[in-house]
């Protein structure tokens, strides 16, 4: 009787401890995710409000601030946006001709003094809208709603969710592990996956393609050629990152967020 009582007591925990180490992954996976963000408002008070907030939520990382629709266009064609935060009517281009030409992964949260533009701005793509002016809650509450897609979404994408992809090679079907891929160059239509302790692997593809299915806690844009999986680098000089004695360049456009990741990882 004490040894069936002693069994099913170890069953328990363990029950209880496998439990505790998925929630803690789930949890970490929720918390470490970053979500890279913009401003565009012609209103520069706006611009520095909504600053403010992004600056208090840990898991937002401020891209850029900009009083321009047009040099807000021309910082989005070196970084990639996950969400924008944007005003309606802007000179030059309006928010809502804007929308139309970010791509599609883009989430935009309309800003606007006018609640009757919240309608023409679900229609032209937007995921959320906030009223002038914004208060923090409001803001914070707006955020974390993005957040909750964002983690839906890359749970329902397979190859994000399953850590691997197959690509075609050689007229072969190859599979590539993420954790086993170093960095990923652009050679024109192409991209060259270079492997830890494999053969590297050359497949028809787009790099921009590529990104928006690599997870973004482990990989991350340095150069307009390059994409490094941040988990395997040994060491960087600021200007390159190396994986033993390869060194893959590091843009100027791209520096902000090799700095940040170091800072965040750096004991002093």
Known sequence: MASTTLFFNNMWRLFISSHLITWRFNYLKITIMKISCAIVDDNIESVEILKSYVAKVPYLNLIGGYTNAVEAMKGFREHSIDLLFMGIRMQQLSGLELAKLL??????????????YAIDGYKSGGFDYLLKPVNYQNFQACVERVRNYMRDVDEADPIRRDGYMFVKSD???IRVNFDDILFV???KDYVKFHMKNKRNIITLMNLRQLEDHLPKRKFKRIHRSYIANFDLFDYTDKTKLYYGEIGIPISETYKNIVVDFIDRHTLE
């Open 103 to 116: 791509p599609k992964k883009t989430r935009i949260v309309f800003v606007t003094a006018f609640s009757e």
């Open 185 to 187: 160059e652009g050679v």
């Open 171 to 173: 007229y072969k079907a």
